[in-house]
């Protein structure tokens, strides 16, 4: 028991220390409340010999249900989950510390307090349970089955207790425990450090997958940023074998100098956001889109004929030239520049080619699409 005592004080140090260095990470303050509280109840029933019953047994029992729901908490502000289910918890609790009162004061019946505990703690972690696997983000697949699987196994343990204690019964000395009881404390010690450890490393996961998407993100419309995007179409030049070929649209807003010049920038981020939805809401899975800059936006456009890529061209067009809800009735309309991906392309040509037609497009009278061949 000292030694998990101990090992609490590590964990609560660990987190803090992660928290000045990283004071973003959601949930982490959840964590170290749900490690104290652990902390707090072992403290409590280490000290059973010296303090009175009320808090060696209820309130160091009530301390452990806590330990489990802060550590929900903590998994649904990882997640950004509104199931917090603080309404279930305080009745949990609240029933526990009737129980426990009734069962040490009135029935001083070991057996049924280690049932009760038992069961509300493995309600209360079927609960976090059922979070983590209805969160459905393939980015943080593995360190949710991580986090998951350690609860499942938790919760297991907890109902394998719960069945060796009806078949069982504690010795009446919680200090002195039997071998049963003994091997599931210390297993329960094991493995509700590795049910906090998983979480963390969720959190930690969650938090570095944000700022990552920070990084290559736009601000503004959502859509992958100028650096990302670079990225993955070199990519794909470098993995590119022949086939159906790549096609790179580059789509500019036309005459955004003058919308912002007679109705502010506030109006020229909305079209640029508008522009941008109406773009995202026109992809396919295989395509990628990104504002790169300003009011231009650039599109990859993989597994297609060029045909059918200069339909999608011209669809895209008249999608951004149907927008409506505009500030001001603002009618917007862009022009587009479409290069195919040849033998002997860099990056660098093929974005020139797409520029040159995008700049065509322009000379041309603008809200039109034109192309750029080899």
């Known amino acids: 028991m000292v030694g998990y005592m101990l090992s609490l004080i590590v964990a609560i140090l660990g987190c803090i220390v992660i928290s000045r260095g990283r004071k973003e990470v959601r949930g982490l303050n959840w964590l170290i409340g749900t490690l104290s509280a652990s902390f707090v109840g072992m403290v409590l029933l280490y000290s059973r010999s010296w303090i009175p019953d009320f808090f060696s047994i209820v309130v160091a029992n009530e301390a452990m249900l806590v330990t489990f729901v802060l550590l929900h908490q903590g998994i649904a502000a990882i997640l950004g989950s509104s199931r917090r289910y603080l309404w279930l918890s305080a009745g949990l609790a609240g029933a526990l510390f009737a129980a426990f009162l009734y069962y040490t004061y009135v029935s001083n019946d070991l057996s049924a307090r ?61 200090m002195q425990p039997d071998s049963v009881q003994a091997f599931f404390s210390f297993v329960n010690c094991i493995m509700g450090l590795g049910s906090c450890l998983a979480v963390l490393w969720l959190a930690l996961c969650s938090q570095r997958y944000e700022l990552q998407t920070m990084a290559f993100s736009d601000a503004l419309t959502g859509l992958m940023n ?14 590119h074998r022949g086939g159906a070929p790549l096609v790179l649209l580059l789509i500019d807003i036309d005459s955004f100098k003058a919308i912002n010049d007679d109705y502010g920038h506030l109006v020229g981020d909305e079209v640029i956001r508008q522009v941008g939805r109406a773009l995202q809401a026109n992809t396919r899975a295989d395509d990628t889109v990104s504002r790169y800059g300003g009011e231009e936006f650039v599109m990859l456009l993989r597994n297609l004929r060029l045909d059918r890529a200069e339909s999608i061209a011209e669809r895209l067009r008249m999608q951004v030239a149907g927008i409506r809800g505009l500030p001001e009735e603002i009618h917007v309309t862009v022009s587009i520049g479409l290069a195919v991906h040849g033998p002997g392309d860099t990056f660098a040509s093929f974005l020139k080619r797409s520029d040159d037609a995008l700049y065509s497009a322009k000379r041309s009278g603008r809200n039109r699409v034109r192309m750029e061949l080899v």
């Open 226 to 239: 100028r650096r990302a995007f670079d990225e993955i179409i070199e990519y794909e030049m470098r993995d």
């Open 114 to 174: 280690v049932l009760l505990r038992t069961g509300a703690v493995t309600v209360q972690m079927l609960i976090s349970v059922a979070v983590i696997f209805r969160h459905k983000d393939p980015a943080l697949r593995s360190p949710l089955r991580v986090a998951g699987w350690a609860l499942v196994a938790y919760c297991t343990m907890q109902m394998t207790r719960f069945v060796f204690t009806l078949i069982w019964p504690p010795s009446p000395d919680l």
